[in-house]
C-alpha cells in the first residue's frame, strides 16, 4: 500500500520516483506530507551545499522583444510598454557598481531582443571578463544560434539561462504562438554540449496545467540534468491574453522545488522575485523548501519598472545597496549565510 511518507522517504534516499509515484504523491500530498517533504530537501541542499544562499547581480538589460508568448507583459505585441535597451557601457556600469557591493556572477538578462547580435553580446561578455576578475557572467537571451551560443562561451560566458517553459508540446504552443518546441528543447541540450552551465526552468499555475504536465517538467529536467532551475507562479500580466485569468500558488511552487532538489540534488535552485511578489515572506520559504540561489536586481533604477514580465513586481525603485542589504537580512533570519562566489553547479563541477 502506497503511503505519502513512503513514497518521501523513497524518493529522500533514491533520488528518483517512478512518474507513476510522482503522480500520485502530488495528487495524495497532506500538510503533514509538505512539511516531511520540505525537511527532507533541505537537508538534500545542506548535505550538498550546506547553509549557503549564493547571491547574483541581475541585470535586465533590454525589455524589447521579438516573440509573442501569450503570458509576457513585455511581448512584442504589448502597445503599453515603454521600451528600452542599455548600451554597453550602462551594463558595464551596472557590473561596476555590483562587483563593489561583492558580486561575483552577473546575469544578463533581456528579451529576444536582436539588436544585441553575436559579435556585440561577445564584446560585452569579454569586456565584463576583462574589467571585473573572476567572475562568473550568466546570459539569458532566448533562443540563438548554435554558432552564437559556442562564440560567447569561447569568449567568456560561462552559464545560460533558458526556462524550457513546459514540457508538454500541446501546453507549450498554445502559450507560444510563433514559438518552436522542439527547437527550444534543441537549444538546452546544445548549451550543455558547449560547456555552459545550464539553467531551465517553467512556472507554476498555468492556465490548463495539469498535475502530470508538472511531473514532465521534473523528469525533462532530470534528462537534461540542469544545472540551475527556475520555479515561480504564473503571475498574469495585463495587456495580454492571460492578463485576467488566476494565477499560481506560493505553495504548489514550494512543492515543485522541494520535489526537484530531491530529484537533482545538486542542482541550484533560485529563489525568485515571482515569490516575493506574491507573499511578503516567499523568497524565504523558497529557500526553506531547499533554495540556494537570489538574485537581486542591478538594473538602473530608471529601467526596473519597465521591465515587467508580470504585474505587480517588487523591488523596483530599490537602490542595488538597498537591494544587497536587505535580502542578506532575510537570509540571516532564517539561518542561512550569503555566499558572494561565484557559486558553480556542483551538477557541472561533478
Request: with cysteine; glycine share 10%; hydrophobic share 35%.
Amino acid at each position: 500500500m502506497r503511503t505519502v511518507q513512503g513514497i518521501l522517504s523513497k524518493l529522500y534516499t533514491e533520488n528518483n520516483l517512478t512518474k507513476d509515484n510522482m503522480i500520485w504523491l502530488l495528487e495524495n500530498m497532506d500538510k503533514k506530507g509538505k512539511e516531511l517533504l520540505f525537511d527532507y530537501a533541505r537537508k538534500t541542499r545542506n548535505r550538498c551545499y550546506g547553509d549557503r544562499v549564493f547571491m547574483r547581480g541581475l541585470i535586465e538589460f533590454s525589455n524589447i522583444c521579438s516573440r509573442n508568448c501569450i503570458y509576457c507583459g513585455i511581448r512584442a505585441s504589448n502597445k503599453n510598454v515603454a521600451r528600452y535597451r542599455l548600451t554597453k557601457d550602462e551594463i558595464l556600469d551596472c557590473c561596476k557598481e555590483g562587483y563593489d557591493l561583492g558580486y561575483r556572477t552577473f546575469v544578463l538578462q533581456g528579451g529576444e531582443d536582436g539588436w544585441y547580435t553575436a559579435d556585440r553580446v561577445a564584446d560585452i561578455v569579454s569586456s565584463i571578463k576583462e574589467l571585473f576578475p573572476k567572475v562568473a557572467v550568466t546570459l539569458s537571451l532566448g533562443e540563438r544560434s548554435y554558432h552564437d551560443y559556442r562564440l560567447w562561451y569561447e569568449t567568456g560566458a560561462d552559464r545560460y539561462l533558458l526556462r524550457h517553459e513546459t514540457a508538454s508540446r500541446q501546453l507549450y504552443e498554445r502559450l507560444h504562438p510563433d514559438g518552436d518546441f522542439d527547437n527550444r528543447r534543441e537549444c538546452l541540450f546544445s548549451l550543455k554540449e558547449i560547456g555552459y552551465q545550464v539553467g531551465a526552468g517553467f512556472m507554476v499555475g498555468l492556465p490548463g496545467q495539469s498535475v502530470y504536465n508538472l511531473v514532465e517538467d521534473i523528469y525533462f529536467l532530470k534528462e537534461l540534468n540542469a544545472d540551475m532551475i527556475g520555479i515561480g507562479p504564473f503571475i498574469p500580466a495585463q495587456n495580454t491574453p492571460l492578463g485576467k485569468e488566476g494565477g499560481g500558488k506560493v505553495e504548489d511552487v514550494l512543492v515543485m522545488l522541494a520535489l526537484v532538489r530531491l530529484m537533482l540534488p545538486l542542482t541550484l535552485l533560485p529563489a525568485t522575485t515571482a515569490m516575493g511578489t506574491l507573499d511578503p515572506k516567499g523568497r524565504e520559504k523558497a529557500l526553506k523548501a531547499g533554495g540556494n540561489v537570489v538574485m537581486p536586481n542591478l538594473s538602473p533604477i530608471a529601467t526596473k519598472s519597465k521591465y515587467q514580465l508580470y504585474d505587480n513586481k517588487i523591488c523596483t525603485g530599490d537602490e542595488s545597496a538597498h537591494c544587497r542589504v536587505c535580502i542578506e537580512n532575510r537570509i540571516n533570519s532564517i539561518g542561512m549565510k550569503v555566499d558572494m562566489g561565484r557559486g558553480d553547479s556542483l551538477v557541472h563541477l561533478n
